[in-house]
């Protein structure tokens, strides 16, 4: 069961985690007392970075809400060398190239021939995910001279990260902001012309299509769309602050930093009846916490928590604040009935509580799925020719870094194949087909 505590959440990071705990309300045998945290030089290392508009296509674990139009973030160009301070932002050794002052569209004259070059493209990748740039390393190899429209937000969901364990290539695991920096590195080496803007607008009624980013027209015989998708967040100041200190959104990628802890997932639906069951192989306790009486989520699903002794199942419940200093110590609770708020100790918080794809400025062009996920067509492809997809803005099911760079890579292969077929170029990649 949960039991109430008194906490309170005006701590400085500094303080001794036993000077900020309370004693129990209650003089019954306090589940918690002695309650270490540590989370293993894992997830406590990490703070959010930025704090909005984590778009492009990637499979990581946190990630933020939208924050509005399509493009993938990307991580900063160049070679980061040494460690990544997660608390600064990240600074791009070799900056986007400079497209912002021109305007117009690059054929209609008044700005040049470089400056059409610059603008126009046999493939254009929308997101820097590790999809979007994997087809850029891809497309790149294959001398399609892409640019990648990367997004103002870097990275991906990758960014926001912490540690990377399941990456294939890197045993030790690598942080979510280097595996992206190494994707951009190998993406630039081979040519990829990589433009940290936002997509505003695009024309997918005839090509070349057209694509609209910071005032600057593209204009591109292909386009690749790996824009991926951002988890919802509950929205609170305290969720966004301890993010990569006990919060996460994504089982996957960070359950095994909460090995023996007592933990919650809020939720209702599919997700977090999922992430729930998984986070019992590392978790001690693992409470699901859900603001009505009935479940989204199948039947079969919540059977199969309610089933489990590590789970406790907790009904009628939000989350109204996160509490902890400098990592999460525990959950101010609201009962949605009675209203009654009572403060928990909790060592995380996984908030599964949905995910929404980058789609937005696409909706008028491509077909979209009940969830509002982009619909593949024939592996990669649209519905429009020429137009492919990749990476979490269609895939639901894995959301995972690695798939999306697979992805990235068949829908860059398919572009290579559908531009020697439509004569615009010839296709080098060796494959099979
Ligand atoms: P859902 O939209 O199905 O569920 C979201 C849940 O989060 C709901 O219970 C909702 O509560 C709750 N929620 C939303 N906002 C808040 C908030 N601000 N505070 C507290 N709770 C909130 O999303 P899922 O990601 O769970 O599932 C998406 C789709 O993916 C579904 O179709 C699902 O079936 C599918 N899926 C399938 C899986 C599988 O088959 N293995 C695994 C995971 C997902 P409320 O119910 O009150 O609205």
Wanted: proline share 5%; with cysteine; net charge negative.
């Amino acid at each position: 069961m949960l039991r109430s505590v008194s906490m309170t959440d005006d701590r400085t990071p500094d303080q001794p985690e036993d000077s900020t705990r309370s004693e129990p309300e209650t003089k019954k045998a306090d589940p918690f007392a002695g309650l270490t945290i540590d989370f293993g030089g894992g997830a406590v290392d990490a703070v959010p970075l930025g704090g909005n508009g984590a778009n492009g296509s990637g499979g990581g674990s946190d990630s933020v809400p939208i924050g509005g139009g399509a493009g993938g973030g990307n991580p900063g160009g160049g070679n980061l060398g040494g460690p990544i301070s997660f608390g600064s932002p990240i600074v791009f050794d070799a900056p986007a190239p400079a497209v912002e002052q021109r305007t117009g569209h690059p054929g209609s004259g008044g700005t040049g021939d470089d400056d059409r070059d610059a603008a126009r493209t046999k493939l254009l990748i929308i997101g820097s995910g590790p999809a979007g740039l994997t087809a850029a390393i891809y497309a790149s190899r294959a001398n399609l001279d892409p640019i990648v429209l990367a997004g103002v937000v870097p990275g991906g969901q990758l960014m926001i990260t912490s540690d990377v364990e399941n990456y294939p290539g890197f045993p030790e695991g690598i942080l979510g902001p280097e595996l992206m920096a190494k994707f951009r590195e190998q993406a630039e080496r081979f040519g990829s012309r990589i433009h940290d803007v936002d997509v505003e607008r695009v024309d997918l009624s005839s090509r070349p299509f057209g694509v609209w980013a910071r005032g600057v027209e593209y204009r591109a015989d292909s386009i690749i769309v790996a824009t991926g998708a951002s988890a919802l967040w509950l929205g609170l100041e305290s969720e966004t602050r301890l993010r990569g200190r006990g919060v996460s959104a994504c089982a996957t990628c960070d359950g095994f930093f909460f090995r023996d802890k007592e933990i919650a997932v809020v939720g209702g639906g599919d997700t977090a009846l999922e992430e729930a069951t998984y986070l019992t192989r590392f978790a001690s306790k693992v409470h699901l916490l859900h603001r009505r009486d009935t479940f989204r989520a199948s039947k079969i699903m919540v059977e199969r928590a309610e089933a489990n002794p590590k789970i406790e199942i907790h009904t009628n419940l939000a989350v109204d604040e996160v509490l902890g200093g400098a990592k999460v110590e525990g959950l101010r609770l609201r009962d949605t009935v009675t209203d009654q708020q009572r403060d928990v100790p909790m060592e995380g918080l996984f908030v599964a509580i949905g995910y929404r794809p980058n789609t937005e400025v696409f909706r008028d062009w491509l077909e979209v799925d009940e969830k509002g996920y982009l619909v593949v067509r024939d592996e990669t492809g649209s519905q429009i020719e020429g137009v492919f997809i990749a990476g979490d803005v269609h895939d639901h099911r894995y959301r995972q870094a690695v798939t999306a760079a697979g992805d990235g890579c068949r829908a860059a292969i398919d572009a290579e194949r559908w531009l020697e077929a439509e004569g615009i170029s010839e296709a080098t990649t060796a494959t099979a087909w």
